[in-house]
């Protein structure tokens, strides 16, 4: 045979090996053989007329050699995936594009212990708004698991000092002391967590030492608390608003001559006077002044009834109208008399010519119906904050998403979402004075009173805290026993965070389910947690967050960057099977990082 025929051959030969050392290409390796074969010979017919013999006497070889070499590449089976190998794999959430509005292009895990944040546009309250409750991180494999409801709703496995042990519908939560815990272990073996709708009953379980600390003493109470040797009063600067909400979709508050009359005639002074403690303020703004660029802007409208009374008649109502209050019958530092306040706004507006039934609803369902706008009259509510940024109070309210007060004002949230990406006080100033100015002269709501609060503990408890954002940590209070009771205004809700915004429920959550970073206990600056940093690079729209090595859930199973990525990605991602949750609002993923992504 000549050498030019045999080097033709012999590469082709070693080509063919290649391929099938490297695996089959096909299902069925006597396809690959066919193949090889047909290739060989229709190289040697492009060489010469001549070859067809050589070939004939060659190819016999070259298939059995190519047999030979399929079948040692198929003797051992592909690796199947283990559940460890699985459990190791990097995941992802992406939007396709910033095009959808929203602050967040994707979330990745990097690696096992990095995180990275893709951000559409700058947003320096990223650290305060991760370290939120809602953004919680829970087991990808256990979000997987239940679907993202059902049992997570009432059992969410964390990474915190306490995990669930039960939870006794109407009476109490019970947490046993996760012992296996990355920080400082809790005092107590057990926490017990229960409720009351009452402040003096509260109080009066407070006086008998069957609970340790309880929240939201009434203001009247101040005074025999403070007199009580057995007891202690705990002030927090937790900053609040109370408003009167409207929804714009409904009439007669479709009209904002209307609106603005109401405004004009409610003595909100006589409110805080009447019903808050000492030291309460009436809001010049929907935002306590406390809080930077909170009272940019022109102040609320002074009480005038006679100038609401003529505005009411010009706008078509000189006789009034009919309406409903609607509330709840919870106490909350914003609202501590809620039903001795609906009744006394009730009788304001009788004043104006509106008549106004009273309806309570249970709570649940009044945060529901509320901040989905579905109520048709005016409603109570308010709001503490979360984390120390005025984001927290306006964003919330008043975004292009946010559905409560009906039909969204460009010029309040396209001034917000400016604002929102500028780190620099002052620059930002302008904008939340246009955002606050165009509050006032459209009125979704009305700003009544940031109102002072207090708990209560007995006068021995150690690891009392007066914190101005977050909730208690029951972790570190100390009674001397096994076992600390703590008493709240309400039942929660659901116990999955990601998707509730009530506080009753929040601060059970806060026990078990932990963020990258959390708040100190005193300032309320954030500081690390799970992330042991998260770096931002200079414009603020890429955030690489580590993760704290040798952390582990309740469930024993290893916290990793996949954990974190799957907790995010139910909640921002509307297209994921997992975005279900307890009523599936997810409202804080929508309104403070400007809608989901991937949403129809």
């Not at 991180?137 to 669930?164: D, F, N, R, S, W």
């Not at 203001?219 to 900053?239: G, I, M, T």
């Not at 009305?446 to 909730?471: E, T, Y």
């Amino acid at each position: 045979m000549n050498r030019k025929l045999l080097f033709v051959l012999s590469v082709l030969l070693v080509f063919v090996l290649a391929l099938a050392a490297c695996g089959p290409q096909t299902s069925d390796p006597e396809t690959a053989v066919e193949e090889a074969v047909e290739t060989v010979q229709e190289a040697a017919e492009e060489v010469a007329p001549t070859v067809q013999a050589a070939v004939e006497e060659v190819a016999p070889t070259v298939e059995a050699a190519v047999e030979e070499a399929v079948e040692e590449a198929t003797e051992e089976p592909m690796e199947e995936p283990t559940e460890e190998s699985m459990d190791s794999e990097m995941a992802m959430v992406a939007a396709e594009s910033c095009d959808y509005g929203g602050k967040i292009l994707s979330i990745e895990a990097v690696d096992d212990l990095t995180v990275q944040f893709n951000l559409c546009k700058s947003d320096p309250a990223f650290l305060a708004k991760v370290a939120f409750t809602p953004f919680g991180v829970q087991p990808a494999e256990y979000i997987a698991e239940t679907g993202g409801t059902g049992a997570i709703l009432e059992k969410p496995i964390g990474t915190g000092p306490y995990m669930v042990d039960e939870w006794v519908r109407g009476d109490s939560i019970i947490f046993k002391r996760n012992e296996n815990y990355w920080g400082t272990p809790a005092v107590a073996e057990t926490a017990v967590l229960r409720w009351n709708a009452e402040g003096a009953a509260r109080l009066l379980e407070l006086q008998a030492g069957t609970v340790d600390e309880i929240t939201n003493v009434s203001p009247d109470d101040f005074e025999a608390v403070e007199s009580d040797p057995n007891l202690q009063l705990l002030p927090y600067a937790n900053p609040n608003i109370l408003y009167i909400g409207f929804t714009n979709t409904f009439a007669p508050f479709d009209d904002v001559a209307g609106r603005q009359a109401i405004a004009m005639g409610i003595d909100r002074q006589r409110i805080t006077d009447n019903f808050y403690a000492p030291g309460s303020e009436v809001a010049s703004h929907f935002t306590p002044c406390s809080i930077p660029n909170g009272c940019a802007g022109e102040e609320w409208y002074e009480f005038d009834p006679e100038t609401a009374k003529q505005m009411l008649a010009d706008a078509g109502y000189p006789d009034g109208f009919e309406t409903t209050i609607y509330y709840r019958d919870v106490f909350r530092s914003y609202l501590p008399e809620p039903s001795l306040v609906a009744v006394d706004l009730q009788s304001q507006l009788a004043d104006l010519g509106i008549t106004a039934n009273v309806e309570v609803m249970e709570s649940g369902a009044f945060i529901d119906e509320s901040t989905s706008g579905r109520l048709d009259g005016i409603h109570l509510l308010g709001w503490g904050a979360d984390y120390p940024h005025v984001t927290n109070f306006l964003d919330f309210h008043f975004s292009a998403d946010n559905p409560q007060f009906g039909d969204p004002h460009p010029e309040i949230y396209e001034n917000l979402q400016t604002a929102s990406t500028i780190a620099d006080v002052a620059t930002a100033e302008p904008y939340y004075a246009d955002a606050n100015n165009a509050i006032k002269e459209l009125v979704p709501m009305i700003p009544v009173v940031h109102g002072i609060a207090a708990n209560a503990a007995k006068a021995d408890l150690g690891g009392v805290q007066q914190r101005p954002f977050g909730a208690d940590w029951l972790s570190l209070l100390d009674n001397g026993t096994d076992t600390v009771v703590y008493m709240q205004n309400a039942e929660p809700i659901s116990l999955y965070c990601a998707d509730e915004t009530d506080g009753e429920s929040l601060r059970p959550c806060q026990q078990v389910v932990e963020t990258l970073y959390d708040y100190e206990l005193d300032s309320g600056d954030v500081r690390p947690a799970l992330a042991t940093e998260c770096v931002g690079n200079e414009d603020a729209t890429v955030y690489v967050c580590t993760l704290r090595e040798g952390v582990t859930f309740h469930d024993g199973s290893a916290l990793d960057a996949g954990d974190v990525v799957a907790s995010w990605a139910a909640g921002i991602d509307a297209s994921s099977p997992y975005h279900t949750g307890n009523t599936g609002s997810f409202d804080y993923y929508s309104y403070l990082w400007d809608g989901f992504m991937n949403q129809e």
